[in-house]
C-alpha cells in the first residue's frame, strides 16, 4: 500500500493540476463567445441531467480552431515565439555551458558559493530584474552613459528584438547552469586523461568525451528554458517592441482585451500541443536507445 500510495501521488498531482485544467481549457476552446458572464456559450447545466449534457456536447465546435488558421496573426505569433525561443535556448547554451563548466572545475571549497552567485537573482522579484535591464537598456541608460564616455554613440537597444533576447538568457541563464553544473560536476577526469595519454588533444578531449558526457545536462537544461520562453509575456512585452510579436501577447489580448476566452483556449490547446509532442517523442527515443543498449 505504501508503494501504492508513493506512486499514487505524482499521478494525482498531475490530474488535478494538469489534466483537470487542461479539460476546462479545452471544453472552452471548443464553445463560441458570447456577452454573458462566463464570456461563452455552451454552458453545462447539471441539474437538467442527460437532457442538459446532450444539449452542451452537441453545441461544442471546432470553429475557433479553424479560425486559428484563416487568420495570419496567429500561425506568425507561433512561429515568431518558435524562433525567439529556439536563438534564446542556443544563447544561453552558449553563456551558461563555460559558466558551468568553469564551476565543476573550481575547487571545491568555492563551488557552494559560485551555486549562490547563480540562484542569488531568484531572491529578487522577476518583474524587478526585467524593468531593471528596460532602465539599463533605454536610450538615456547606464549603458549608452556608460558608452558616452567612450565617445560611442547611444544605441538603440530597447524596444527591440535584441532587448528580448538580453532579457530572456540573463532571466533563465540559472535553470542552464544548473543542469549543465548537476551533470558536468559527476564527470570523471580520468577519461580526459585516458584520451590525452591516447593522443588526443584538450580541445579534442573536451569534444569527444565532456560534451556527449554532458548531453544530459544540455537536454534538460535546453527544455528549462525553451518551454518557458515559448509563452513568456513579460519580456517581450516590457522589453521588446510593436514588432516584437510572441503567442502569449497574443493570449493576453485574446483574455483580457477581446475577452474572447474561446478562441483563446484554443490558441493555449496548440501552444501546449507545440510543446509537449516533441517532448513525448524524445521520451519515447530516449526510451528505445535504453532498451536497444540494455
Avoid at 494538469?18 to 455552451?42: E, G, M, R
Avoid at 470553429?63 to 525567439?84: E, G, M, P, R, V
Wanted: hydrophobic share 55%; charged share 15%.
Amino acid at each position: 500500500m505504501r508503494r501504492v500510495a508513493l506512486i499514487a501521488l505524482p499521478y494525482l498531482w498531475l490530474l488535478l493540476l494538469f489534466f483537470v485544467p487542461f479539460l476546462i481549457v479545452l471544453k472552452i476552446s471548443l464553445s463560441d463567445t458570447a456577452l454573458a458572464i462566463p464570456p461563452y456559450t455552451p454552458t453545462l447545466d447539471l441539474a437538467r441531467g442527460w437532457e442538459g449534457f446532450t444539449e452542451w456536447w452537441s453545441a461544442l465546435d471546432v470553429d475557433n480552431f479553424i479560425f486559428l488558421t484563416t487568420d495570419s496573426l496567429y500561425w506568425k505569433a507561433y512561429l515568431s515565439s518558435l524562433q525567439i525561443a529556439v536563438i534564446s535556448t542556443l544563447l544561453t547554451l552558449a553563456v551558461g555551458y563555460p559558466i558551468a563548466y568553469a564551476m565543476s572545475r573550481a575547487p571545491d571549497e568555492w563551488r557552494p558559493t559560485l551555486l549562490m552567485l547563480v540562484i542569488l537573482p531568484f531572491w529578487t522579484s522577476f518583474l524587478i530584474r526585467v524593468y531593471a535591464w528596460k532602465a539599463i537598456l533605454s536610450q538615456e541608460g547606464f549603458l549608452n552613459q556608460f558608452l558616452s564616455v567612450f565617445g560611442v554613440d547611444p544605441l538603440t537597444i530597447l524596444n527591440t528584438n535584441t532587448a528580448v533576447y538580453i532579457g530572456i538568457v540573463y532571466t533563465y541563464l540559472p535553470f542552464m547552469v544548473l543542469p549543465l553544473y548537476a551533470a558536468l560536476e559527476k564527470l570523471d577526469d580520468s577519461l580526459l586523461e585516458a584520451a590525452e595519454d591516447l593522443g588526443c588533444s584538450r580541445m579534442k578531449a573536451f569534444w569527444l568525451i565532456t560534451i556527449p558526457l554532458s548531453k544530459q545536462g544540455i537536454i534538460a537544461g535546453s527544455f528549462l528554458v525553451f518551454i518557458p520562453v515559448m509563452g513568456e509575456f513579460v519580456i517581450p512585452t516590457l522589453l521588446g517592441g510593436s514588432d516584437t510579436l510572441m503567442i502569449g501577447k497574443v493570449l493576453w489580448e485574446e483574455f483580457f482585451s477581446n475577452r474572447d476566452w474561446p478562441v483563446a483556449s484554443a490558441v493555449a490547446i496548440i501552444l501546449l500541443l507545440i510543446l509537449i509532442i516533441p517532448i513525448v517523442l524524445f521520451i519515447k527515443n530516449e526510451e528505445k536507445q535504453w532498451e536497444s543498449d540494455v
